[in-house]
């Protein structure tokens, strides 16, 4: 059974780096049938997709243009874990992050998003 | 990007009546492939979202029978064939064919 973990901080300022970790047990952050994913969901934009990354011979990145240039999700096989880090946060980033699996098992091209973290409620402000 | 839509928006149900919940998508989620990739979610309150159905009508392991999913193309159906009290809670569904994956607005299924 796959578990994440996610940890960090539950309050951020305006202007700053929102930096959170999810640490994967039950399956390997560079699983070739897998990628690692975060969303947010707040209740003016529901749930909405942040990005990923995987691993196939090499590290990918895939980021939603709606946070653009301000995400960054990166991967550390020595802790199994990967973290998502959101620059220059402003109030209306408030939202429970969460970070999830996707899952390519099956041979499906297209994700399946299986395994869910227990969510992270970031509030952005001074 | 993709818009979900879906309906209700609220349900109320007794316990061991049925229920459903449409999806539609703003363009087809059928791949060449063959796949349509759609699935639906139940966000129990104050939990993460779980996956219940993937590919349209594919049980995830552990979700009980009485769930079941349907549809084709962009018309898409959640049933639940005798709802029980922890059935409660909010249904999404999501696409994962057209980048970026979008969510439906989600259903509040409350029990009676």
């Known amino acids: 059974q796959v578990r994440l973990q996610q940890s960090g901080p539950g309050l951020v300022k305006p202007s700053q780096t929102l930096s959170l970790t999810c640490d994967i047990s039950g399956d390997s952050v560079s699983s070739k049938i897998a990628a690692w994913t975060w969303i947010r969901q707040s209740p003016s934009r529901g749930l909405e997709w942040l990005g990923r990354t995987y691993y196939r011979s090499k590290w990918y990145y895939d980021y939603a243009e709606s946070v653009g240039s301000r995400v960054s999700i990166n991967a550390d096989t020595s802790k199994n874990q990967f973290y998502l880090e959101l620059r220059s946060v402003r109030p209306e980033d408030t939202a429970v992050y969460y970070c999830a699996r996707d899952d390519y098992a099956s041979g499906n091209y297209f994700a399946q998003t299986d395994f869910w973290g227990q969510g992270t409620l970031v509030t952005v402000s001074s | ?112």
């Not at chain 2, 549809?71 to 909010?90: C, H, N, Q």
Request: glycine share 8%; proline share 8%.
């Open chain 2, 1 to 112: 990007d993709i818009v979900m839509t879906q309906t209700p928006l609220a349900l109320s149900v007794t316990p061991g009546q049925p229920a459903s919940i449409s999806c539609k998508s703003s363009q087809s989620l059928r791949h060449t492939d063959g796949r349509t990739y759609l699935y639906w979610y139940l966000q129990r309150p104050g939990q993460s979202p779980q996956l219940l159905i993937y590919e349209v009508s594919n049980r995830f392991p552990g979700v009980p029978e009485r769930f079941s999913g349907s549809g084709s193309g962009a018309y898409f159906t959640l049933r639940i064939t005798r709802v029980e009290p922890e059935d409660a809670g909010l249904y999404y569904c999501m696409q994962t064919i057209h980048r970026p994956r979008t969510f439906g607005q989600g259903t509040r299924l409350e029990i009676k």
